[in-house]
């Protein structure tokens, strides 16, 4: 089992719609948690960090569930430039390094 | 304010060659790491280096070495390639390792083909 699985969809949504990405992994034991966008044939860039209380950035909305294992990633009015794929990233077993899921992909239609 | 420069963009090889991929940080940071990212893999750590004069393995070191020149470069060599090294070499440097300042800034990535 993959330390850190996720959906790799694509997602193809309508632009303006709502679309929510769950992402889950095995380390019971993890303490950090990150959401990172990567554009086509670009580098990763950190969205948002993910923390217990859960965390909002403008139209971002990220949600930790220790209990289930997994954190969440929800994106209100979508917009065209959203199109990304987006990374989740926890620690890893060992605890000593950032364990990267395989990424979502987002497609935003008009 | 450059960030994260690696080098080459790009790069083809024959088995057996070897080469070494530069990446240097201005922003000051402790912490540097080589991943690598395959389709439907996501990144894996190569090596990464917490602190200047430290290194240490990653989940795919084989077949890589890296050295830590100085607080700001970070070069990660290949002794000799293999098709199986054709990927998308990420370097990212860090505030602090293992921290909760622990925030990834990436380079823009080098395409290795090993032909």
């Known amino acids: 089992r993959k330390e850190v699985e996720q959906d790799p969809g694509p997602f193809n949504v309508p632009e303006g719609a709502t679309v929510a990405f769950n992402c889950t992994y095995s380390n019971s034991a993890s303490q950090s948690f990150f959401w990172y966008r990567q554009d086509c044939r670009k580098e990763p860039k950190l969205l948002m960090s993910v923390y217990s209380s859960g965390n909002e950035d403008g139209r971002f909305t990220a949600q930790l569930n220790r209990a289930s294992q997994y954190i969440s990633l929800l994106i209100r009015d979508s917009k065209l430039s959203d199109s990304a794929t987006y990374l989740c990233v926890a620690d890893n077993n060992a605890g000593n390094m950032l364990t990267f899921g395989g990424g979502t992909r987002l497609m935003v239609k008009p | 304010n450059a960030g994260v420069t690696q080098t080459p963009k790009f790069q083809v090889l024959k088995t057996g060659q070897s080469m070494t991929l530069q990446c240097a940080q201005d922003m000051n940071h402790n912490s540097m790491y080589w991943y690598r990212q395959d389709p439907g893999m996501g990144l894996r750590l190569i090596y990464y280096?917490?602190?200047?004069?430290?290194?240490d393995k990653g989940e795919v070191p084989n077949g890589y070495n890296v050295s830590r020149l100085n607080k700001r470069e970070f070069s990660l060599r290949l002794e000799s390639a293999a098709p199986s090294q054709t990927s998308v070499y990420f370097c990212a440097s860090s505030p602090e390792h293992r921290s909760t300042n622990e925030k990834l800034f990436f380079g823009s990535g080098t395409q290795l083909s090993v032909l």
């Open positions: 280096s917490a602190s200047e004069g430290t290194t």
